[in-house]
């Protein structure tokens, strides 16, 4: 059976779905691998990279003729009239309010997969490309931020005289926070973070950072059973912006990677807290597609807000998109791993697999996601 690594059709999208170690491992399973021209190069991999190890270069159109099909970002209405009827589709399809989207990939014929509704769960860990993505994106705020940043990271003592350690303040100390929190303390920031949810106390001071907030009963009780934030009360909101104020106004960057599944990201930092910060301060909003977390930031670009920078980059994993390639092929490859039959070389979905059942988005010609409509689950 035939998979197809599609070129990305987003300009903006660096990200490849296959890296030449899944594409060995992809013909170690007995697939053929079909690669679209051009596909790796912003990630750094040539087509001849691909070629070396046995995948076989060819145009758009080859997609036809594809089982699987293998994506960064959802298909296009124009791409998915390429592929056969009842091709596997696994991708980012970023589903929450693109149910037309969703609709027309089930009209399509074609079995499409959210890798973003991967459970998590110990066996699909390896297939979590929000983790591995979201740590990238920590990494990568840090150094975005040192970019606009004037003045230096870490404490300098010269002979000139001493430079002071840079601030570093993170809210939300999830896998994209904590990275971050990792990163600037790697640049010998004095760092600090935030989060709504207890078990985060514990990682932030594990990491050798200051850990703020308000820990009423409300905080004690922050955390679904799947690990994730609350959306927290009126009440809580504002004591923890009256905490965050204070705290804010002697840092100079700020780094929000607050997110509540399914939610608005919540609007931590307002134009106020930003103004009572020092001229020249950095403020990286992560969460900027969702809403943003920062007032003033602008999706995609740097915003000057109170004489701070207020940068909103979009898919900031793709701003380091060799390495985010690396780890989202291998997310999909393990992913794929379970749909094939050792014996037959044969792919199949198991519709009563917990994987497939959560990440099933359409199949058989209908939308089968109860999240999005689906009965048939
Ligand atoms: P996320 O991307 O959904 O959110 C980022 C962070 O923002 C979270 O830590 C959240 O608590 C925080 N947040 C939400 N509202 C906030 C507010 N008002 N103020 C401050 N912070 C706020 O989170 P994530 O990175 O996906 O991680 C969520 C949890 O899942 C973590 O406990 C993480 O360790 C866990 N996790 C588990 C697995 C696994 O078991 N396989 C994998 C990855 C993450």
């Given at each position: 059976q035939c998979v197809f690594v599609a070129r990305e059709s987003d300009t903006a999208e660096g990200r490849v779905a296959a890296s030449v170690e899944t594409v060995k491992r992809m013909k170690g399973l007995g697939l053929d691998v079909l690669v679209e021209a051009g596909a790796g190069l912003k990630s750094r991999i040539l087509d001849a990279d691909y070629e070396a190890v046995g995948a076989r270069i060819v145009g758009a159109e080859e997609a036809r003729s594809a089982d699987v099909v293998l994506k960064v970002r959802r298909p296009t209405s124009g791409e998915t009239a390429t592929y056969k009827p009842g091709a596997i589709v696994i991708a980012t399809m970023d589903p929450y309010g693109n149910e037309v989207a969703i609709a027309e990939m089930a009209n399509a014929g074609l079995t499409t997969f959210a890798m973003e509704l991967m459970p998590r769960i110990t066996r699909a860990q390896s297939m979590d490309i929000l983790s591995s993505q979201a740590n990238l994106a920590g990494y990568q705020a840090v150094i975005d931020a040192a970019h606009e940043f004037d003045r230096a990271m870490p404490m300098m003592m010269t002979a000139a005289g001493t430079v002071p350690a840079a601030k570093v303040f993170v809210m939300g100390a999830g896998v994209a926070g904590l990275q971050a929190i990792a990163t600037a303390r790697r640049l010998g920031a004095a760092v600090s973070a935030t989060d709504?949810?207890?078990?985060a106390k514990e990682q932030v001071a594990s990491l050798g950072a200051k850990f703020i907030a308000v820990e009423d009963d409300e905080f004690k009780a922050a955390e679904t059973a799947g690990g994730y934030a609350k959306e927290m009360s009126k009440e809580y909101q504002a004591k923890q912006a009256a905490l965050v104020a204070d705290h804010i106004a002697k840092q100079d960057i700020v780094i929000t990677t607050a997110l509540i599944p399914?939610?608005?990201?919540?609007?931590?930092?307002?134009r106020q807290m930003l103004a009572a910060m020092r001229n020249g301060s950095v403020a990286v909003d992560l969460a900027v597609e969702r809403g943003g977390n920062v007032e003033g930031a602008e999706p995609g670009k740097i915003a000057e807000v109170e004489g701070v920078k207020v940068i909103g980059y979009l898919n900031v994993p793709g701003r380091i998109a060799a390495s985010a390639s690396a780890l989202y092929a291998k997310n999909l490859l393990t992913f794929l791993e379970t749909m094939v039959d050792k014996e037959t070389k044969s792919v199949s979905v198991n519709v009563e697999d917990e994987l497939v059942k959560a990440t099933m988005l359409t199949n058989g010609g209908a939308v089968v996601h109860p999240n999005f409509g689906g009965t048939v689950q």
């Open positions: 709504v949810r207890p078990a399914g939610r608005p990201a919540p609007r931590l930092v307002t």
